[in-house]
T-cell receptor, first 114, second 115 residues
């Protein structure tokens, strides 16, 4: 158990819908990263937040957005869902903002868009 | 320049064998190289990590070898067990502001250890 929690574990929704994925980092960690894992793209970085502020952006679609709240939990919002958005979504956390430190991953949310 | 190339895609060994997974990177700003193990339906779990100031790091049955001049690093699993059957990912990140702190992952290697 990494100490990172994610909800829900599974999510099935229809195209065009909007969903929210939730992540709680390890106790004391200020930085949250979101990654997408799909069969064709592998593990891809989406976005990072540090202490409530957006820190870095990766290959995140404009239909996707995220935020980190004062209690440090983070939410990833996916809207106008397409079939290709079906994937595993992971969050990871670290104590610091910069790289070079261990990132601990949550169990993931499996999103299925039908 | 952000890519990390991993090979082989899949690997089958007998129990007790020493599977070796290789990764190569391009971005010289990378200075942190972790390996993750992932079981089906689970999140990636950090196994071991190395920084470029050392050429080898060992933790239990897992060893990372690092070749800075070749920009390559590899994972060796000693005395492999059927329970080691999983997908292994190498990754890299930089600590400097300009290179970003995100992890760039290799494509993954599906390891099967036969009893």
């Amino acid at each position: 158990d990494s100490g990172v929690t994610q909800t829900p574990k599974h999510l099935i929704t229809a195209t065009g819908q909007r969903v929210t994925l939730r992540c709680s980092p390890r106790s004391g960690d200020l930085s949250v990263y979101w990654y997408q894992q799909s069969l064709d793209q592998g593990l891809q970085f989406l976005i990072q937040y540090y202490n409530g502020e957006e820190r870095a952006k990766g290959n995140i679609l404009e239909r996707f957005s995220a935020q980190q709240f004062p209690d440090l939990h983070s939410e990833l919002n996916l809207s106008s869902l397409e079939l290709g958005d079906s994937a595993l979504y992971f969050c990871a956390s670290t104590p610091q903002a910069q790289g070079g430190y261990e990132q601990y991953f949550g169990p993931g949310t499996r999103l299925t868009v039908t | 320049q952000q890519q990390v190339k991993q090979s082989p895609q899949s690997l089958i060994v007998q129990k007790g064998g020493i599977p070796i997974i290789n990764c190569a990177y391009e971005n010289t700003a990378f200075d942190y190289f972790p390996w993750y193990q992932q079981f089906p339906g689970k999140g990636p779990a950090l196994l071991i990590a190395i920084r470029p100031d050392v050429s080898e790091k060992k933790e239990g049955r897992f060893t990372i070898s690092f070749n800075k001049s070749a920009k390559q690093f590899s994972l060796h699993i000693m005395d492999s067990q059927p329970g080691d059957s999983a997908t292994y990912f190498c990754a890299a990140s930089g600590s400097e502001e300009t290179s970003g702190s995100r992890l760039t992952f290799g494509e993954g290697t599906q390891l099967t250890v036969n009893p």
